[in-house]
């Protein structure tokens, strides 16, 4: 009974947990002309590499305010967008689970300015957040939107993509993200009104415009954007929006930093590390990564890739000598417990490595 009862410690919170984050749920300041736009010069403070954990300059909510805070309270948005260099925005969604008092906004909505119209990240997981959105680009630039980017197919990607298709936006996915739509949207649409609540009026499922499998080519205003899948990571299709001529990178859900990163039942670690490598290989010098601020390689290495290879390599020690799945809860995760959503997901990160590579 006691082991029981231990178990459902562990599993409801992370229930609770999962069921927000895949549910997932002034004219002068207008852009001047396309030479402006090819400047590369970091906007936001990007954070110095650091040794430990201890040592992040960014600071990210806990506790408390990391559930109910909200940073724009006359908009949708949890927080309003900020030019991360020059030509590319980012409006920061909060680290926590989607909830009514963020609006749903948990994940990162960037966009691209050009001087021949504006790429968007992320639909947003609702119309009327998604309506907020371009109310803030409109402030930014008289330019159109002409493409939003599904980073994948989860809720807070993805759900407002009838807002933009009414405007004349092309919805472009990968194949497998809108795989996952067609499957489960209207589950997810159903899970982000229960959070939600009046905020998702407007909100239908509506599929992508586009697919493509690996690689998708923009060009727009001399800007080149490619729409990258590089292999197996967090969910099915996963892209990324790499940048060569700005050295940054739109990582999505590859890369984490600000928040624990959830390992799910079709998550394939020892993938995501492989896919890792092509990752790396771009070489970028900024990031803007699915959850957090932006930042560089070095920080969304240790709290990814750096995090999956300690999970296996604990697993495999483990594994070798004989220990449980309860075993596995108690590993100690002590260098990554300061990360938001860390007292959710670290036990049931740890039990769905061990699992998987009993398996393997």
């Given at each position: 009974?006691?082991?029981?009862?231990?178990?459902?410690?562990?599993?409801?919170?992370?229930?609770?947990?999962?069921?927000?984050?895949?549910?997932?749920?002034?004219?002068?300041?207008?852009?001047?002309?396309?030479?402006?736009?090819?400047?590369?010069?970091?906007?936001?403070?990007?954070?110095?590499?650091?040794?430990?954990?201890?040592?992040?300059?960014?600071?990210?909510?806990?506790?408390?305010?990391l559930?109910?805070?909200?940073?724009?309270?006359?908009?949708?948005?949890?927080?309003?967008?900020?030019?991360?260099?020059?030509?590319?925005w980012?409006?920061?969604?909060?680290?926590?689970?989607?909830?009514?008092?963020?609006?749903?906004?948990?994940?990162?909505?960037?966009?691209?300015?050009?001087n021949?119209?504006?790429?968007?990240?992320?639909?947003?997981?609702?119309?009327?957040?998604?309506?907020?959105?371009?109310?803030?680009?409109?402030?930014?630039?008289?330019?159109?939107?002409r493409?939003?980017?599904?980073?994948?197919?989860?809720?807070?990607?993805?759900?407002?993509?009838?807002?933009?298709?009414?405007?004349?936006?092309?919805?472009?996915?990968?194949?497998?993200?809108?795989?996952?739509?067609?499957?489960n949207?209207f589950?997810?649409?159903?899970?982000?009104?229960?959070?939600?609540?009046?905020?998702?009026?407007?909100?239908?499922?509506?599929m992508?415009?586009?697919?493509?499998?690996?690689?998708?080519?923009?060009?727009?205003?001399?800007?080149?954007?490619?729409?990258?899948?590089?292999?197996?990571?967090?969910?099915?299709?996963?892209i990324?929006?790499?940048?060569?001529?700005?050295?940054?990178?739109?990582?999505?859900?590859?890369?984490?930093?600000?928040?624990?990163?959830?390992?799910?039942?079709?998550?394939?670690?020892?993938?995501?590390?492989?896919?890792?490598?092509?990752?790396?290989?771009?070489?970028?010098?900024?990031?803007?990564?699915?959850?957090?601020?932006?930042?560089?390689?070095?920080?969304?290495?240790?709290?990814?890739?750096?995090?999956?290879?300690?999970?296996?390599?604990?697993?495999?020690?483990?594994?070798?000598d004989?220990?449980?799945?309860?075993?596995?809860?108690?590993?100690?995760?002590?260098?990554?417990?300061?990360?938001?959503?860390?007292?959710?997901?670290?036990?049931r990160?740890?039990?769905?490595?061990?699992?998987?590579m009993?398996?393997?």
């Amino acid at each position: 009974m006691t082991k029981i009862l231990k178990s459902l410690s562990i599993i409801l919170p992370i229930l609770m947990l999962l069921s927000c984050d895949r549910d997932d749920m002034s004219e002068s300041n207008k852009t001047q002309n396309a030479a402006t736009q090819m400047d590369v010069q970091p906007i936001v403070q990007m954070p110095e590499p650091a040794s430990t954990p201890s040592q992040d300059v960014t600071p990210v909510l806990t506790g408390e305010a990391l559930y109910t805070s909200d940073k724009a309270p006359n908009s949708m948005l949890y927080d309003l967008p900020q030019e991360v260099i020059v030509g590319v925005w980012s409006a920061i969604g909060a680290t926590s689970p989607g909830r009514y008092e963020n609006s749903g906004h948990n994940n990162n909505l960037s966009f691209v300015i050009t001087n021949e119209g504006v790429l968007v990240v992320n639909a947003g997981s609702n119309y009327l957040l998604a309506k907020a959105l371009h109310t803030e680009i409109m402030k930014i630039t008289d330019q159109p939107v002409r493409y939003v980017v599904l980073e994948n197919g989860q809720g807070h990607a993805m759900l407002g993509s009838g807002y933009w298709q009414e405007q004349g936006a092309v919805v472009i996915a990968h194949e497998d993200a809108a795989h996952e739509i067609e499957e489960n949207a209207f589950a997810i649409l159903e899970g982000a009104k229960q959070i939600v609540k009046e905020k998702a009026d407007g909100t239908t499922v509506t599929m992508p415009d586009k697919t493509f499998k690996d690689e998708m080519v923009i060009e727009m205003g001399g800007v080149r954007i490619e729409l990258l899948n590089l292999g197996p990571a967090h969910s099915p299709g996963d892209i990324i929006v790499w940048l060569p001529q700005k050295s940054l990178v739109i990582s999505g859900d590859m890369a984490f930093h600000q928040r624990m990163l959830p390992l799910f039942e079709h998550t394939d670690t020892a993938a995501w590390i492989e896919t890792w490598d092509k990752f790396a290989a771009l070489n970028a010098e900024y990031v803007i990564p699915g959850h957090g601020g932006p930042t560089n390689m070095a920080e969304v290495t240790r709290y990814t890739r750096d995090y999956l290879v300690f999970l296996r390599e604990e697993m495999a020690k483990l594994i070798e000598d004989g220990g449980s799945l309860e075993d596995a809860y108690e590993i100690d995760q002590s260098a990554y417990m300061h990360l938001p959503t860390s007292e959710f997901l670290a036990k049931r990160n740890a039990g769905q490595v061990f699992q998987s590579m009993e398996f393997e």
